[in-house]
């Protein structure tokens, strides 16, 4: 268990519909990323915030937005959705540097988005 | 721009050795990671590098040159529990992390 947490597992919606995907990052840290994987495809990175401010922005659509809110839980917002949208979201949580294990960033279990 | 390179797939069979091969451009340089992620999982953590040299965990083992912008990750004694996406990652000057796009490995019996 990463101790990040994202909300729902699973969610199958239409087109054009929107959906909102939730997470809760690590106790303790402030830094949350969010990630698209399409089948058989690398990990995107959408954006990232820090203490509840934007602070990088990768490939992200106009059409996804996301916000980090005072008590540091996450939320991607995915509206006008396309087929293409179907995706594996991870969110996860980053020390900012690196802990006594070497590693840096913690993924939650993602949430799979299929869009019919 | 900043760019990670890594083959996309590779074969292997069980009990042998495999190399898999990143090479980085980035701007700066505050670590180098590999990570696992077995399909439809979420990556788990397997190695940090940042001085030149081998870090060796158990069956796995990490090189990096930093002059080279490379790295290896070395797995030994293959199982068929190795089949999976090997990703590579840099920190950047701005501990920003910048993915490769993976490698898959198969491992055959």
């Known amino acids: 268990d990463s101790g990040v947490t994202q909300t729902p597992k699973h969610l199958i919606t239409a087109t054009g519909q929107r959906v909102t995907l939730r997470c809760s990052p690590r106790s303790g840290d402030l830094s949350v990323y969010w990630y698209q994987q399409s089948l058989d495809q690398g990990l995107q990175f959408l954006i990232q915030?820090?203490?509840?401010?934007?602070?990088a922005k990768g490939n992200i659509l106009e059409r996804f937005s996301a916000q980090q809110f005072p008590d540091l839980h996450s939320e991607l917002n995915l509206s006008s959705l396309e087929l293409g949208d179907s995706a594996l979201y991870f969110c996860?949580?980053?020390?900012?540097?690196?802990?006594?294990?070497?590693?840096?960033?913690?993924f939650g279990e993602g949430s799979w988005l299929t869009v019919v | 721009g900043q760019n990670i390179d890594q083959p996309t797939e590779m074969t292997a069979t069980e009990g042998a050795i495999v190399q898999i091969n990143c090479t980085y451009q980035?701007?700066?340089?505050?670590?180098l990671f590999w990570y696992q992620q077995h399909a439809g999982e979420a990556p788990t953590f397997l190695s940090y590098?940042?001085l030149d040299g081998l870090e060796e965990k158990g069956r796995f083992s990490s090189f990096l040159s930093r002059s080279k912008g490379y790295s290896y990750l070395l797995l030994k004694e293959l199982q068929m529990k190795d089949s999976a996406s090997y990703l590579c990652a840099v920190m950047d000057s701005n501990y920003q992390l910048i993915w490769g796009a993976g490698t898959k490995l198969i491992i055959k019996p």
């Open positions: 980035t701007s700066g340089f505050n670590g």
């Open positions: 996860a949580s980053s020390v900012e540097t690196v802990d006594a294990s070497g590693n840096t960033i913690y």
């Open positions: 590098n940042v």
């Open positions: 915030y820090y203490n509840g401010e934007e602070r």
